[in-house]
């Protein structure tokens, strides 16, 4: 009877052990199956390249060789409104210095027309503004420094810097991590349209959210 009994539970330890075994995680789901578009910046790029899938809280995205826009065409911002994304700048894969932000008043962004106003930083504490209309590029502000910036250091944990978009009835307001870094007249700065995000060469990054608020 001993016997047996060891015997039925050498038997059932397999069973046991692979019951405590955890089940694989869920490979991250590609968020352009999910209605999201990538637009990049030179035609013959093969955006299937980059990396863009959601991943709570949010999305990652590793660029590789290319650079451009992404975004859910669904998502826009019209009159008074705030656009906010607040993305983790991992560390570098490129020794230069490689741009990311928020993008406003898309339009035609799949199409030859495209057009849009994009806010970047980058990771030696600059940012931009500029405007896309077509292949043409201007550039609204130039690359200014500021203590906004959140930077990344060798051996620091991944720098979250918050990108925030506020239009008004007279004046678009930019705000990194709560400072206001520019302030544009909304005549001559468009941004009725898509709201995305914009991603340059050899960065990987975690957005941890993109948001649109109507405002008064």
Same mark, same amino acid.
Request: positive net charge; proline residues 6%.
């Given at each position: 009877?001993?016997?047996?009994?060891?015997?039925?539970?050498?038997?059932?330890?397999?069973?046991?052990? !692979?019951?405590?075994?955890?089940?694989?995680?869920?490979? /991250?789901?590609?968020?352009?199956?999910?209605?999201?578009? %990538?637009?990049? +910046?030179?035609?013959?790029?093969? =955006? !299937?390249?980059?990396?863009?899938?959601?991943?709570? /809280?949010?999305?990652?995205?590793?660029?590789?060789?290319? !650079?451009? %826009?992404?975004?859910?065409?669904?998502?826009?911002?019209? @009159?008074?409104?705030?656009?906010?994304?607040? &993305?983790? $700048?991992?560390? /570098?894969?490129?020794?230069?210095?490689?741009?990311?932000?928020?993008? &406003?008043?898309?339009?035609?962004? =799949?199409?030859?027309?495209?057009?849009?106003?994009? $806010?970047?930083? #980058?990771?030696?504490?600059? $940012?931009?503004?500029?405007?896309? +209309?077509? +292949?043409?590029?201007?550039?609204?502000?130039?690359?200014?420094? *500021?203590?906004?910036?959140?930077?990344?250091?060798?051996?620091?944990? /991944?720098?979250?810097?918050?990108? #925030?978009?506020?239009?008004?009835?007279?004046? &678009? &307001?930019?705000?990194?991590?709560?400072? %206001?870094?520019?302030? #544009?007249?909304?005549? *001559?700065?468009?941004? +009725?349209?898509?709201? @995305?995000?914009?991603?340059?060469?050899?960065?990987?990054?975690?957005? #941890?959210?993109? *948001?649109?608020?109507?405002?008064?």
């Amino acid at each position: 009877m001993r016997l047996l009994t060891l015997a039925l539970a050498v038997a059932a330890l397999p069973v046991a052990m !692979s019951a405590q075994t955890p089940a694989p995680a869920p490979a /991250p789901t590609d968020a352009r199956t999910l209605g999201w578009q %990538v637009r990049a +910046d030179d035609p013959k790029a093969d =955006a !299937s390249k980059l990396s863009f899938v959601q991943m709570k /809280p949010g999305w990652h995205i590793t660029t590789g060789p290319m !650079s451009g %826009v992404l975004f859910h065409p669904g998502m826009t911002g019209t @009159g008074n409104f705030t656009a906010q994304t607040s &993305v983790y $700048f991992f560390p /570098p894969k490129s020794t230069h210095q490689e741009a990311y932000g928020l993008v &406003v008043g898309g339009k035609d962004l =799949a199409g030859a027309g495209q057009s849009y106003t994009y $806010f970047l930083a #980058r990771n030696d504490g600059k $940012f931009m503004i500029k405007r896309r +209309d077509g +292949d043409a590029t201007s550039t609204i502000m130039a690359w200014t420094d *500021t203590d906004a910036i959140t930077k990344w250091k060798q051996g620091d944990s /991944p720098a979250l810097n918050v990108l #925030r978009v506020e239009a008004g009835a007279k004046d &678009v &307001v930019f705000k990194i991590n709560d400072a %206001v870094v520019a302030t #544009r007249p909304r005549a *001559t700065t468009p941004v +009725d349209g898509v709201v @995305g995000l914009r991603a340059n060469h050899f960065l990987d990054l975690h957005v #941890r959210d993109l *948001t649109v608020t109507a405002s008064k």
